[in-house]
């Protein structure tokens, strides 16, 4: 009797194959996870620059903006001019997700009145600012009111433009 102890080439192989399917489902699911939780972030990021910029239109701006405006895009055109607007916020919030701290803002101002397409939101990575005066024009100067706005931004999971308004539409 001689008995050989060991695995032999099949069963080896067999659990290899088992072994790399459970490893890639097990990757695959943890990218899928790390995109809802980037997509989460920005949709905290978005609900809170909507939510300052509803102080900013109850309290308005130092002594140079009355209350019930939001900021024209002359005022959201820089990260400098961002973070003195919105001056009670997080500046980390003004970056997506994917970007890092020492990278310029993701907020940008819209440059018209018509909805962003999918590619100017940049797959996830922009946030756009599109305040809106009382005639339905985009404000840019700070000769105008605006009285209400509109902030676009898109997820990884949900290719599409989503947009969140102002309270006083």
Do not use: W
Request: hydrophobic share 35%.
């Amino acid at each position: 009797m001689n008995r050989r102890s060991g695995f032999t080439l099949i069963e080896l192989l067999i659990t290899i194959a088992v072994m790399s399917i459970l490893l890639t489902l097990a990757v695959v699911n943890l990218r899928g996870s790390q995109a809802n939780a980037r997509d989460e972030k920005r949709k905290t990021d978005v609900a809170t620059i909507a939510q300052q910029l509803e102080v900013f239109y109850d309290s308005g701006s130092d002594t140079t903006t009355s209350t019930g405006v939001y900021p024209t895009t002359a005022m959201m055109n820089s990260e400098a001019n961002v973070k003195s607007t919105l001056r009670d916020m997080d500046p980390g919030v003004l970056r997506d997700p994917t970007t890092s701290a020492s990278s310029s803002i993701s907020l940008v101002v819209a440059s018209s009145t018509s909805t962003p397409t999918l590619a100017s939101l940049n797959s996830g990575a922009t946030y756009i600012y599109q305040p809106i005066d009382t005639t339905g024009a985009l404000c840019t100067t700070t000769a105008q009111e605006c009285r209400k706005f509109n902030l676009y931004y898109t997820l990884e999971t949900n290719p599409s433009v989503l947009t969140i308004t102002s309270k006083h539409q």
